[in-house]
Structures are given as C-alpha cells and as structure tokens.
C-alpha cells in the first residue's frame, strides 16, 4: 500500500489479477513471487516489461479464459456457453440467474450483475466523452476488441435502451502463428493432457479451446491448422485434415519454448 500508494482494496484487486492471469504466485507466508510467465514477461529484461506489445494482452487474456479447474464465471459462460451472436446485459444477467440456479450456487442477483459489468469493462472500452478519472480508464484488454458494441436494442417491457454487444469473431493477424502454438499446447497440457491427438472440434469448439477463447472463425483456425499438414521436423504440430473430423497430433515440441517463440518470431521474421 505504501510503495505503490494504493488503497486495501485495490492490493486485492491487484493480488487477485496478477494471481489470475498467472503472473505471481502465493508463496507458504502468502506473499507473491513472480511465476516463470511473469518472470520472462514483466521482468527488467523481460520480452514486455512495460506491457507496450499486444501479444502479452492476448497472452494475458488466454491466461484468465485457460483456467479448466477454476475459471471466472462470466468468462467461463460467456466465451465458452453463450449460444448467440449477440447479448445485451439483460439478456446475460438472466442467463447467468439460470446457469447459477442449474450448478445449485447461491449468488445474489447483485453479485452476478458486478461480474458481469467487470467482464463487459475488461474488454469493452468506455465512451470517449467520459469524464478521465481513475473510475473512467479503460482495462488495457480492451485494446484487443475483442466484444464490441453494435448498436442498441429496446430492453422488453419498457422504452429503456441497452448496448448490444457482439464479440469479433473474425480473423486476427495479431495471434501470430507462435501466438496460436503456444495457445494450443497449453490447451494440450491444461484440458488433454496425455492425450495423442486432438481433434478439429476440439481445437475450435470445445470449452476452453483456442477457437473459443480467442474467439476465431472456422475458416482461419482451418488455414492456420493446414500448415501443419505438410511434415516438417521443426513443427510442433501435425495436422491431419478430413471431410468428418481433422486430427492434430504433436510433432517435435519437446524441447520447444512456446512462449520465446511468441516474441522471437517478429526477430526471425525481420
């Protein structure tokens, strides 16, 4: 509180996130440490100690989203639940009464709403006109555009207007080729873990898979899987594709450093 100049309640907020995201860890007296993720990140030397490269915010993202044993609930529902194309906050909020009522959790209906106006103020950013205070700045995740806002819609039963937010599933040059292998792989570790092959669907479509979390379009996750097709010994992956059902298998990543890669790409690539 001292050195950083914070209240209380935000060092719980901070040591919530950085916890999260998988930046520290707790140790036995309950203070923090940097994990090897925030170590080879954040550190004086690190790949973005300032936080200035939009890989590290999808890095960041794919931590909280990749959680298989205790993901947020807003997170976990919406990325990999949410059946529609669009929501509204209503329309959310009720279905997040009916997912609670269905896991038998007693969360107020207060409790659910907060959730989800922190997941809707992560990624979406606040209007241009809002008055700068420490209240109005944008989550730096909101720089991925990930949900965008695509119109208004009449709230039923009364004249009130609400957003109408949809999420950008669309190709994204940003998730780099090492970007996605690194995804993939801690997919693989978290959620298959064992396992000789995945298939397409699971790649694209399963709960915490790379398809859903960062929300990419079919067409793309099938162009950026084709590249495996062909052998090659320095490849992570094998792809073996299929009118029915496509099949990835690992090729050589046994001594691979996915997350290096992600930030030495641009350098071999220059």
Not at 17 to 36: G, K, Y
Not at 105 to 115: A, E, P
Not at 177 to 194: I, V
Not at 226 to 254: H, I, M, W
Request: aromatic share 10%; with cysteine; charged share 30%.
């Amino acid at each position: 509180m001292v050195s950083l100049g914070v209240g209380k309640n935000m060092v719980r907020s901070i040591r919530f996130w950085v916890q999260t995201m998988d930046v520290a860890a707790p140790r036995q007296d309950r203070t923090l440490e940097p994990t090897s993720f925030g170590e080879a990140i954040f550190a004086d030397h690190g790949f973005d100690p300032f936080l200035e490269d939009i890989r590290t915010l999808w890095l960041l993202h794919w931590n909280v989203v990749a959680r298989p044993g205790d993901a947020l609930f807003a997170w976990d529902y919406l990325l990999h639940k949410w059946p529609y194309v669009e929501l509204t906050r209503s329309e959310a909020l009720a279905a997040f009464v009916r997912e609670t009522r269905r896991l038998n959790r007693s969360h107020s209906d207060v409790t659910l709403g907060q959730h989800l106006d922190v997941f809707l103020h992560t990624y979406v950013p606040r209007g241009r006109n809002a008055r700068p205070s420490e209240d109005s700045l944008d989550c730096p995740l909101a720089e991925l555009e990930l949900l965008q806002m695509v119109g208004e819609r009449r709230v039923d039963g009364s004249g009130r207007l609400e957003p109408v937010y949809a999420f950008r599933r669309e190709a994204k040059p940003e998730i780099t080729t090492a970007l996605f292998e690194y995804c993939l792989n801690d997919y693989w570790k978290k959620r298959h873990d064992g396992e000789a092959t995945l298939t397409y669907r699971d790649v694209a479509f399963a709960q915490g898979s790379v398809g859903q979390a960062l929300k990419l379009p079919e067409d793309d996750i099938r162009a950026r899987l084709d590249v495996y097709t062909k052998p090659d010994t320095c490849r992570p992956f094998n792809y073996q594709p299929s009118a029915v059902q496509g099949l990835v298998s690992r090729g050589n990543e046994v001594k691979r450093r996915f997350l290096d890669a992600v930030y030495k790409e641009e350098e071999s690539n220059a």
